[in-house]
């Protein structure tokens, strides 16, 4: 059984980085490899959202709400998705969760992210 196991949140305050780490559990190699995946974000009363996807090391996308601050990567080896998130503000305060851009895999707990204002 594939599980998402997202770690990293934490309070920090604004201006800070935090780097979220993402592994799936119980995934083979050959089903993670090809995969795009993605971190989304759900804030308190909105819906959640795609905040940046991967497919390669060269082909990012961003939500322009995090463009230049954020930056996600890979490591397929070790089936672990990343995103490092640098000079946070209180917007970015939300659950983050990873999954594929198809959203194909049961969600995982999330990490919660917290940018006092």
């Known amino acids: 059984q594939v599980r998402l196991l997202e770690s990293g949140g934490a309070l920090v305050q604004a201006g800070g980085s935090l780097r979220l780490s993402c592994k799936a559990s119980g995934m083979i190699t050959s089903v993670f490899n090809p995969n795009n995946w993605g971190w989304y974000r759900q804030a308190p009363g909105k819906q959640r959202e795609l905040v940046a996807s991967v497919a390669t090391p060269r082909d990012t996308n961003y939500a322009d709400s995090v463009q230049g601050r954020f930056t996600i990567s890979r490591d397929n080896s070790r089936k672990m998705v990343y995103l490092q998130m640098n000079n946070l503000k209180p917007d970015d305060t939300a659950v983050y969760y990873c999954?594929?851009?198809?959203?194909?895999?049961?969600w995982g707990q999330g990490a919660q992210v917290t940018v006092p204002g």
């Open positions: 999954n594929t851009l198809q959203q194909a895999l049961p």
